[in-house]
């Protein structure tokens, strides 16, 4: 016998038909593009002012995982229509809000870091994760990145940043024990340890000289900035990537204030401008940010609203989050995909946490 | 639900071959990622399965940094994409191999019941098709998958594929015709016939 006994040459429609049927099962979850889009962007957003310099790869990559949240407002797959339907200015409530806040934040329970003394700086971020389990389900959840920075009282100090990924995880649309079952992995690739190096350039060597930005807030940048809250307004308008409409102006606002490296001053001249932001609105009066309570102020781009929360009492910003509002049926209006809480302190050795 | 953008038919030329080395980066890259990286990934997915997550973003970001070396004159940027796609495909034809193998192996659907009505018989005939054609792919050169599979997966014409591939579309042509007359050989080699077949 042969096996030529049976052999039947396939037609070309039959071959294809199996390469049309062979893993056509496959599926693309949107996170995942989401999460790509946002790292690109975030590299080119930091390559692009270092244009003509040595690549700065770690830098990036770290910097991707931080603001891949922030970015991850501007939604990938989905055609964007971001219409704010004319100049509707910040709201009423949203800019007395502000401006209290403002108020408070000039007499900042924050003071000045004294000489030898650090500023600590805890940020707790909350990054969506979402894979798809061998039986075709979706899960996705959101898993605690945990950020501590100690950053001298003179800037050309040494620096130190911890990061570690806790464990903890808040599943979004499943129960742990369903995502248990299905043996889902909420593995990330964030890179942990402990950096050192003077000016807070943990990963890029710049000796200092690295000008700053909405995203990386040096000393000297800061200064650089008009203190008058129209001109750092259209500061910020201008710095601000003019791809996703004003909640551009939002997210760069909250780069900066997330840093926990803002001075009072700086705080409350940026709380002023954002008065000025068009669509911005009071969204939650009691918002609870993992136990911490302020106000939430947000603007919608669309699909999602990015609220920063802000502590009534202080001044003081206690973080942020997005929360779904149309995202196409992929979550459900109302879901927060991503929240973070920063917490700040001063101590007098490097490596310590506040007491309390 | 998402939508998957049309690649290539009725865009402009200027969409297909970008000036990638613009004064705007991120919305120039922002917008090629939005209308290519949903295929992308499709494609990369059933090549390597979850590691796809990984190449699509890898592929783009190499875009970005290796961009001064992309000429529009020679080629669109899908092509590019897909030539870049293709050279981080390389590192992984173990993992590549091993889906393959696991496709070949998986249970087909209870054929035989329903072996009278035709249509749901084509659909049995196309999986168990599939399944030999997994194990064949497993025997190809990678290079003979590449363009077997950026042709029949991704969707590129001859062009597309010599430019993503940088070899004459003479070659790709002769190698895409060879590779499937091989194929439709040696993949239908176990193939029991049904009775009445013919």
Request: proline letters at 5%; charged letters at 25%.
């Amino acid at each position: 016998m042969s096996d030529h006994d049976i052999r039947r040459v396939w037609t070309d429609d039959e071959l294809d038909s199996a390469l049309a049927t062979l893993r056509a099962d496959v599926r693309t979850a949107a996170p995942v593009l989401a999460e790509a889009r946002a790292a690109l962007i975030t590299t080119i957003e930091q390559a692009e002012p270092a244009r003509g310099k040595r690549p700065r790869r770690s830098t990036r990559r770290w910097l991707a995982g931080a603001a891949a949240v922030a970015v991850l407002v501007a939604g990938t797959l989905l055609v964007q229509t971001v219409s704010f339907g004319g100049p509707a200015p910040a709201t009423a409530e949203a800019v007395q809000t502000l401006d209290r806040a403002a108020a408070q934040a000039i007499g900042a329970v924050d003071g000045p870091v004294g000489p030898g003394r650090y500023r600590y700086v805890a940020t707790h971020a909350w990054w969506m994760g979402s894979t798809t389990s061998m039986d075709g389900r979706e899960f996705a959840w959101l898993s605690e990145h945990l950020q501590e920075t100690w950053a001298p009282a003179n800037p050309e100090d040494e620096w130190l940043l911890r990061q570690e990924i806790t464990g903890n995880v808040q599943w979004v649309n499943s129960t742990a024990e369903e995502a248990d079952a299905a043996g889902v992995r909420t593995d990330s690739r964030w890179p942990e340890g402990e950096w050192r190096a003077p000016c807070g350039d943990f990963f890029g060597g710049s000796d200092c000289e690295d000008p700053g930005s909405w995203q990386k807030p040096t000393a000297q940048w800061q200064a650089g900035l008009p203190t008058d809250p129209a001109a750092l307004y259209e500061r910020l308008r201008a710095d601000a990537p003019d791809d996703r409409g004003d909640a551009a102006l939002l997210t760069y606002a909250a780069d900066a204030l997330r840093s926990g490296l803002i001075g009072a001053d700086l705080r409350a001249a940026l709380y002023r401008a954002l008065t000025r932001l068009p669509g911005l609105e009071v969204t939650e009066r009691q918002a609870n940010l993992d136990g911490r309570v302020g106000i939430a102020l947000g603007v919608d781009d669309g699909d999602r609203r990015h609220d920063i929360i802000i502590d009534p009492e202080t001044g003081l910003f206690l973080g942020e989050r997005q929360v779904v509002t149309d995202w196409l049926g992929e979550f459900d209006t109302g879901t927060v995909v991503s929240f973070t809480s920063v917490t700040t302190g001063v101590v007098d050795t490097i490596g310590t946490q506040p007491a309390g | 639900m998402m939508t998957e953008h049309a690649d290539g038919g009725g865009a402009s030329d200027a969409d297909d071959r970008p000036d990638l080395s613009g004064p705007h980066p991120a919305r120039i890259f922002g917008h090629l990622f939005d209308r290519h990286s949903g295929p992308l990934h499709r494609y990369l997915a059933r090549r390597v399965g979850d590691l796809a997550d990984d190449l699509v973003g890898e592929t783009f970001l190499i875009a970005f940094q290796s961009r001064a070396g992309y000429d529009p004159g020679r080629g669109t940027a899908r092509s590019w994409l897909y030539g870049i796609a293709t050279n981080l495909l390389r590192r992984h034809v173990r993992q590549e191999v091993r889906g393959l193998r696991a496709a070949a192996r998986a249970a087909g659907s209870a054929a035989g019941a329903e072996d009278h009505d035709n249509r749901v018989a084509d659909q049995v005939d196309a999986s168990a098709r599939a399944r030999l054609l997994a194990d064949a792919l497993v025997e190809l050169e990678p290079g003979d998958r590449d363009v077997l599979l950026l042709t029949g997966w991704a969707g590129l014409d001859s062009n597309e594929v010599a430019e993503a591939l940088g070899i004459p579309v003479g070659t790709v042509r002769s190698r895409l015709h060879r590779v499937r007359r091989r194929l439709r050989t040696h993949a239908s080699n176990t193939e029991h016939p049904r009775s009445g077949d013919e």
